[in-house]
Every structure is written in structure tokens, then in C-alpha cells.
């Protein structure tokens, strides 16, 4: 069961005491811990949900046409924009892991982190509904929306406009290098356009690594 703490976590986070308490529990569950059921399948809902509710957000909120729309939708939704929003309510503190994912870190992964604050939008969809899910995430994504979060240009978008524009080719990118165990992956990309240079990042994911390798390449040669 909910723990004292977890239970006034999930309390503040959904506005009620939680309805379903093995629900939320499993929300909180990684794999990790080799319980029965972990957070899986609700990250799953909770993904979808998110996206409609973003999706619903920009388009009563900005007059803009459909690949900015796009672009915010997708910053918006990111796993490194779920990661800051749960640490912003505090909830790496209360999710639960075994011996070897918390040594690694588990509770401050972005991979973690934002899986499991979308596994929490999946239970409170389940439980609450989608009006209490929707105001929910107007709240905590609610300076993430209100800021710069998607407006500027993407870096891989950047680039890849970069080099058409000086001719060059289209750039490229290989995994130089992945490390860590799954839960806690780190991967290290490199980005080269011909006749330029290379550039490299790191990051949780391909697709964090991509863009940091990507915005390193601007910096270096843009």
C-alpha cells in the first residue's frame, strides 16, 4: 500500500485522496523492484492522454499554423519536458525501484522520470476521468506552456536547414557509443555534415543525444 508520504504526494497531485490505491501504486512501480505490475501500461495511456490534452491546449491557446503547432506539441510532450515537470512536483521521491536502478540513479533518469509522470496521468485518467486529467495538466505544465518550451527552431531542424542552405549535405548521425544498464542507458551520438565536421553528445536516448549532438555541431560550425 501508499505509503504516508506518497499518499499526501497523490493527494496534492490529483486533488483528491487517491481513488484506487493499487492503481497508483503501480503507476509508481518500475520493473526494476519485480513486482507483478509495474508502470508500463499506464505510461502507455498516459502518452495518449498527454498528447490530447497539449494538442487541445495549443490549439484554444495559439493562432499558429500546423507545423508550429507540431513543434510545440512534440517539445511539449517530450520525455525531457515529462522529466521536468516531475521534478518540479517532487516526484522522484516516490517512485519505487529496486536495489540496483536507485544505486544508478533511477530517481533523477529522465527515461524514469518521465515515464512515470505519464503512468500517473494514465491512472488519474482511469480513476478521474479526463476533465480532472486534463486540469491537472494544465497545472503542472502550465509554465512550460506559458514559456519558451518548443518555440524555438528544433536543433536537428536547424541544422538540416543549416546545411541546405550551404549546400552541403544532408547531416548524419551514428551511435558512437551506448552505456548503462536499460533502465539508466546512456547513449552518445555524433552528427556530421560532409566537407564540414563532427560534433558529439551524450544523452538518455537516441533522440537526446541526436539533439544535443546536433545543437553542438551549430555551436561549433554554424
Not at 503507476?27 to 499506464?42: E, I
Amino acid at each position: 500500500m501508499l505509503g504516508q508520504e506518497t499518499h499526501r504526494f497523490l493527494t496534492t497531485f490529483a486533488g483528491r485522496p487517491p481513488v484506487d490505491e493499487a492503481l497508483w501504486l503501480e503507476a509508481l512501480t518500475h520493473g526494476s523492484t519485480g513486482a507483478a505490475r509495474d508502470y508500463q501500461r499506464l505510461e502507455f495511456l498516459g502518452d495518449r492522454v498527454l498528447g490530447m490534452v497539449i494538442a487541445d491546449w495549443l490549439y484554444k491557446l495559439e493562432d499558429a499554423d500546423e507545423g508550429r503547432l507540431s513543434q510545440r506539441l512534440n517539445a511539449l510532450v517530450s520525455r525531457a519536458t515529462c522529466a521536468d515537470v516531475a521534478r518540479s512536483i517532487g516526484l522522484g521521491a516516490h517512485i519505487h525501484l529496486g536495489k540496483q536502478a536507485r544505486d544508478d540513479g533511477g530517481k533523477d533518469s529522465e527515461n524514469i522520470l518521465g515515464d512515470v509522470m505519464e503512468a500517473l496521468i494514465g491512472a488519474s485518467f482511469i480513476t478521474q476521468g479526463f476533465d480532472v486529467t486534463r486540469d491537472i495538466v494544465h497545472r503542472i505544465w502550465a509554465d512550460a506552456v506559458a514559456g519558451k518550451t518548443g518555440q524555438a527552431k528544433h536543433p536537428k531542424s536547424a541544422l538540416q536547414e543549416w546545411a541546405a542552405g550551404n549546400r552541403r549535405k544532408v547531416p548524419e548521425y551514428r551511435l558512437v557509443e551506448r552505456t548503462g544498464p536499460d533502465h539508466a542507458a546512456r547513449f552518445t551520438v555524433a552528427v556530421a555534415v560532409k566537407g564540414v565536421g563532427e560534433a558529439e553528445a551524450t544523452g538518455s536516448s537516441m533522440r537526446e543525444a541526436e539533439t544535443a549532438a546536433a545543437e553542438a555541431f551549430m555551436m561549433r560550425f554554424g
